[in-house]
């Protein structure tokens, strides 16, 4: 049996679930009305509630290794490989300190070094450097809760 996926279906009844309704039915670039979406398909490899949180820890683990080797056990392990690049740069352009994923969850930059090694891209900043951007979320920096409060930035 092979190792577990680096990603997780969610539950997208539950609540706060976002589903990207209405935009699927398009057909040369113009809204179709309601009653034309019986006689349309859908649009096709539509991604639907899936949660890559266990590969962007997967990729923080992962710091250090060898680039080749943890993207060949990435991509075996997952449907696609664009959410590998949501957090890891190839080129210096891309670089970014961290990266938000959803609404409230951050995550840290990573690159590939000249020399084939996985790397972060600002080790400084953590859950204690940043700060919430509302009251009402949980933030987490690598799966870690945010230790500043929210400041309420109209004065």
């Known amino acids: 049996m092979g190792k577990k996926p680096l990603f997780r279906k969610v539950n997208t ?3 706060g679930v976002f589903h990207h309704h209405g935009s699927d039915y398009k057909r040369s670039g113009k809204k179709i009305d309601s009653t034309d979406v019986k006689r349309q398909g859908m649009k096709r490899n539509v991604q639907r509630g899936l949660d890559y949180t266990p ?3 997967f990729l923080l683990s992962k710091v250090g290794s060898n680039w080749n080797d943890v993207f060949s056990e990435a991509s075996a392990r997952l ?17 970014r300190d961290y ?8 995550f840290s930059g990573l ?5 084939g090694v996985l790397q972060i891209v600002n080790p400084n ?3 204690s450097t940043l700060e ?11 799966g870690v809760k945010f230790t500043k409060t929210y ?4 004065e």
């Open 111 to 115: 690159f590939v070094a000249e020399d």
């Open 13 to 15: 009844l539950a609540h």
């Open 79 to 95: 449907d696609r490989t664009e959410p590998i690049f949501w957090m890891v740069a190839l080129h210096e352009f891309q670089k």
């Open 151 to 154: 400041k309420n930035q109209v």
């Open 132 to 142: 919430p951007h509302c009251r009402c979320c949980t933030h987490t920096f690598n």
């Open 55 to 57: 590969l962007f820890k």
């Open 99 to 106: 990266v938000l994923i959803g609404e409230s969850s951050y």
């Open 125 to 127: 900043i953590g859950p």
